[in-house]
């Protein structure tokens, strides 16, 4: 299974690979917030760590339909489909986390930077890279579920979003209310940010299962 | 309606070929297995018994369901009724999954890494515990590509590419060989080589079941041919 995430990693680093496509497409959305908005740097710092989420959530989405579709095309899906249920589980569980090493970290690492195009401070700038990292991980789980379900379908990227994004509104109310809890002073920043956590743990268990479930379905 | 009946066509295993630290012998039993796409049954009361260092060979024209069955045996596609079952030296079954290379019509490698990192990934993804397989550079010599393991797989031809794709099955050692056009993209020299292949992948007690145009150039090889007559299910699309 360490062979597993190292390919995959591999991949998405190499040329071509989804690994840069979502720190850019992150790059792209963050920057041109403040040019659409204007230079009122109070709005900006307010709606920062919302725009930043936001922007984290639509890059995560973006590379996921790949994450089953490309092993189907060259034929290592077979091979991968082919083992029994726990296998499969974990193999699902450790290509989720490849997804998420290659694209989902590097959104956290990146968040600090775009920050400074949104006047954030030094806290709020922390609090939205400590619920991108709870977070991200959640979006990875429970997008495998959709690349799954989709994996058959030759053009099922925004299918997958689709899919995806009423099970990842959760991750964003909870994460971007933990991000503002933790600079406006009345708000408590533990409850919300405990629900993310929660969130994403229950995700990581049941996102392999559902992922598994649909994989051996998807086999014609 | 009718039915093709493949009696269970048993030959003593071999015996000379059996020597002292092979892994036991292994069965791999079919029970009329029973097939179908969407509502066309595509082969129906499929039997054979294959023995250790025995293979067969599924011919049949376009379309006959020798792709589905071979489907069927690597347990990607669930029959419409019968069973597959391997059956380990102590006379229990053993999962399928973890006993049998499956080569599909599609190389299962990636384009972007290096041949010899496509190799070392399937060599300890797959690995087994019936038995090592060959270092990866060995197993690329064994497919006369002596050179190559640096080189991206997307740079190779389509024919080497195909023959990268069997040494995965030399690089981590499994009983049983599911082949589906094994051959395709090979040119003659490398069709003797595929042969040579299979011969010492029998030879050493393992089973192959291939479905091939090529003749394998083998002896002793069983032939189940499905006639490939489409029939259809009665009672409507979804009986």
Known sequence: ?220 | MFFWVFGFLRMGAPDVLWRPGMRGPMQAVATELKGRRGDNVLFADISFSLGHGEALVITGPNGSGKSTLLRILAGLLSPDSGAFALIGEGGEPVPVSDHCHYLGHRNAMKRELKVSENLAFWQSFQRSDSGEGLPVEEAIDRVGLTGVGHLPFGYLSAGQQRRIALARLLVSHRPLWLLDEPTAALDARSDRLFAELVRTHLASGGLAIAATHQPLGLDGVRTLELPGIHATVAGGAWA
Do not use: C
Request: no cysteine; aromatic share 8%.
């Open chain 1, 1 to 220: 299974m360490m062979a597993l995430l190292v390919r995959d990693l591999a991949i998405a680093t190499r040329s071509g690979g989804a690994a840069m496509l979502g720190v850019l497409f992150f790059l792209a959305v963050v920057a041109v917030i403040p040019f659409g908005i204007g230079p009122d740097l109070n709005l900006l710092g307010r709606i920062g760590p919302a725009i930043l989420w936001i922007g984290a959530l639509l890059a995560s989405l973006l590379g996921l339909d790949r994450l089953f579709q490309a092993d189907r095309e060259d034929g290592s899906l077979d091979m991968l489909v082919m083992q029994d249920w726990f296998s499969l589980i974990f193999t699902v569980f450790v290509k989720s986390l490849a997804h998420w090493l290659a694209t989902g970290l590097p959104l956290v690492l990146a968040a600090p930077l775009l920050g400074l195009l949104m006047n954030m401070g030094a806290a709020a700038t922390g609090a939205v890279m400590l619920t991108l990292l709870v977070g991200t991980p959640a979006i990875s789980f429970i997008g495998a579920v959709g690349a799954a379900v989709a994996v058959v379908l030759p053009r099922g990227g925004l299918l997958v979003s689709i899919l995806i994004l009423p099970l990842a509104i959760p991750i964003l109310i909870f994460g971007v209310s933990a991000a503002y809890a933790a600079v406006t002073d009345p708000d408590p920043f533990w409850p919300p940010f405990m629900i993310l956590s929660a969130i994403a743990l229950f995700f990581a268990a049941l996102g392999p299962v559902a992922a598994a479930a649909a994989l051996k379905g998807a086999s014609d």
